[in-house]
C-alpha cells in the first residue's frame, strides 16, 4: 500500500475522515470528520485562531454568512473571473482541469473552456426563486465587514481581519482524498496596509515567514515545506504577487496555504475607503492576505505524522493538534480498586486536557491503538499507585516510561503543552 493509501485506510478505521454519505455510496468532494477528525481539526483551528488573534493586538474575528447578496460576487470579479480551464477527454468524454490532465490514459482532448466554480444556490418561496451563491472564498466577508469593524472596534491600520469558515467550488475534478473537495474550510487573515510598495512589501514577507515557521512550529517536517512563488500568468484576478506554502504530498507538491498582495483590488471594487482620524487622510489600504485550507492542513499534518515501526503505526502529531493528550488505563481490567483510581485519574484530567479512558485487551494494545491516533502520553494505574500515589506515563514517540506522583500530573502536562 502507499502512503495515501495507508493514511485514507487510517483515518476511516480509527475515525478521522469518513466519506460523505457513505451508506449512499458516498458523494465526490464531500467528506465527514468522525470523532477524532473533529478533534484534530478543531485543534487546528484553535491553534491558529491564538496565534493569529488572541497573540496579536492588531487582529480581530469575524465570522460572516456563507450565502452574501450576489452583488458582492459581481463586484469580487468572481462571477467573470473566478475559473478553472476545463477540457473533455474526446474518447472517454470525462472532464479535467486543464492543468491536471496527466496520467490519464487518452491523449485526446477538447479545447480548453472556461468553467466558472461558483456554487449556485436558489432561494425564496415563489418563482422564479432568487439565484444567489455559496461563498467560493471567505475573504469577501472581511472586505465587505470592513467599515463595521472599524466603526465597531479600535483597530487603526495596520489591522488585520481574521475568520474561519466554510467555502464551496465547484470543482471539475475533486481528487485527492480531502485535498481538492468541493466543500472545504478556510482560514484567512486579511490584513490591511497603508497603499505602499515598501511596507506591503515587507508585510507581504513577514507573513510568508510566519506562516511558514507555524506549520513548522506545529512539528511539520520543513523538508517537505516549500515556498512557490507564482508566475505573474498563473496568479488569480485579484492578486499582485502571491506566493504558495507546498507540502511535498504523496501526490506531488501542493499548495496548502496562499499568501496573496491583493493590492487596492478588493476595496476598491467594493468601493470602500479608510480615514485617518490623526491625519485626516483619505486612503484604500492595501491588502495582504494568508488563505489556509483547514482540510488539507489536516490531511498534510495526518500524512506527515504518519510513522511505522514494524506492524506498529505511530502517528506523530505534535502534542498540541493531537486528538487526545493523555489516554488513562487501569493496569487490569478486572480488579475494581485499579479501575476506581484510574477513573479519578481521568476525571482531573478530562477537565483540563482531552483524555481517553481505555480498559479493553492488554496494555500492549492499548499502547498500540494509542499510537495509531497520535495520543503522545498514556497514563497507567498499577498496584504501586495504590500504596504509594504514583503512576507511570509512557511517552509515545519513544516508548520511554516514567513513575511520577498522581498530584504532578498536571504540572508534567501543562509543561509539555506549553
Ligand atoms: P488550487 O490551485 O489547489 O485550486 P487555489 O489557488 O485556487 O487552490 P486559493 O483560492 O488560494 O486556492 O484558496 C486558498 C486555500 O484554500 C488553498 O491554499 C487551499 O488550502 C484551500 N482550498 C482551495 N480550494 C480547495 C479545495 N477545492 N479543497 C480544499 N481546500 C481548498
Redo the contacts with the bound molecule.
Keep these: 500500500m502507499n502512503l495515501m493509501d495507508k493514511v485514507t485506510s487510517l483515518a476511516k478505521r480509527r475515525g478521522f475522515i469518513f466519506q460523505s454519505s457513505e451508506i449512499y455510496g458516498g458523494y465526490a468532494g464531500f467528506w465527514d470528520y468522525g470523532p477524532l477528525g473533529v478533534e484534530l481539526k478543531n485543534n487546528i483551528k484553535k491553534q491558529w485562531w491564538k496565534d493569529i488573534v488572541y497573540k496579536r493586538t492588531d487582529v480581530v474575528g469575524i465570522d460572516s454568512s456563507i450565502v452574501m447578496n450576489p452583488i458582492v460576487w459581481e463586484k469580487s470579479g468572481h462571477l467573470k473571473a473566478f475559473t478553472d480551464p476545463l477540457v473533455e477527454c474526446k474518447v472517454c468524454h470525462k472532464r479535467f482541469r486543464s492543468d491536471q490532465v496527466e496520467g490519464h490514459e487518452h491523449d485526446s482532448w477538447t479545447e480548453e473552456k472556461k468553467f466558472n466554480l461558483m456554487t449556485e444556490v436558489l432561494l425564496g418561496v415563489t418563482e422564479p426563486k432568487e439565484k444567489a451563491y455559496l461563498r467560493g472564498?471567505i475573504t469577501q466577508g472581511a472586505f465587505v465587514n470592513f467599515e463595521n469593524v472599524i466603526k465597531s472596534t479600535r483597530v487603526k491600520i495596520p489591522f488585520g481581519i481574521a475568520q474561519i469558515g466554510k467555502a464551496f467550488?465547484n470543482?471539475v475534478t475533486p481528487s485527492n482524498f480531502t485535498?481538492?473537495?468541493r466543500e472545504?474550510e478556510?482560514m484567512e487573515l486579511e490584513y490591511f496596509v497603508y497603499p505602499s510598495d515598501k511596507e506591503s512589501e515587507k508585510t507581504f514577507n513577514e507573513f510568508k515567514e510566519l506562516r511558514m515557521k507555524w506549520y513548522q512550529g506545529l512539528g511539520m517536517d520543513p523538508k517537505k515545506l516549500h515556498f512557490h512563488d507564482h508566475e505573474p500568468e498563473k496568479r488569480?484576478h485579484y492578486a499582485r504577487y502571491a506566493t504558495?506554502i507546498e507540502y511535498e504530498a504523496p501526490f506531488g507538491l501542493s499548495?496548502?496555504?496562499?499568501i496573496h498582495h491583493r493590492g487596492d483590488y478588493d476595496l476598491n471594487n467594493h468601493n470602500l475607503k479608510y480615514k485617518d482620524n490623526t491625519s485626516g487622510e483619505e486612503y484604500i489600504p492595501w491588502v495582504i492576505e494568508t488563505?489556509?485550507?483547514v482540510?488539507?492542513a489536516t490531511l498534510f499534518f495526518l500524512v506527515d505524522a504518519y510513522h511505522e515501526d514494524g506492524d506498529r503505526v505511530i502517528l506523530k502529531l505534535n502534542p498540541k493538534i493531537a486528538p487526545y493528550k493523555v489516554a488513562v488505563f487501569p493496569l487490569l481490567a478486572n480488579k475494581p480498586e485499579l479501575v476506581e483510581k484510574a477513573k479519578i485519574i481521568y476525571r482531573l484530567l478530562a477537565s483540563d486536557y482531552s483524555t481517553i479512558f481505555d480498559d479493553r485487551g492488554n496494555i500492549g494494545k492499548r499502547y498500540f491503538a494509542q499510537d495509531e491516533i497520535g495520543t503522545p502520553w498514556c497514563v497507567t494505574v498499577d498496584f504501586e499507585a495504590l500504596e504509594d500515589g504514583t503512576v507511570t506515563i509512557r511517552d509515545r514517540d519513544s516508548a520511554k516510561q516514567e513513575r511520577i506522583e498522581i498530584s504532578k500530573l498536571q504540572e508534567y502536562f501543562d509543561k509539555k503543552l506549553s
Design positions: 472564498e467550488r470543482e485535498f481538492r473537495s472545504f478556510q488569480a504558495d499548495e496548502m496555504e496562499g488563505s489556509g485550507g482540510d488539507r
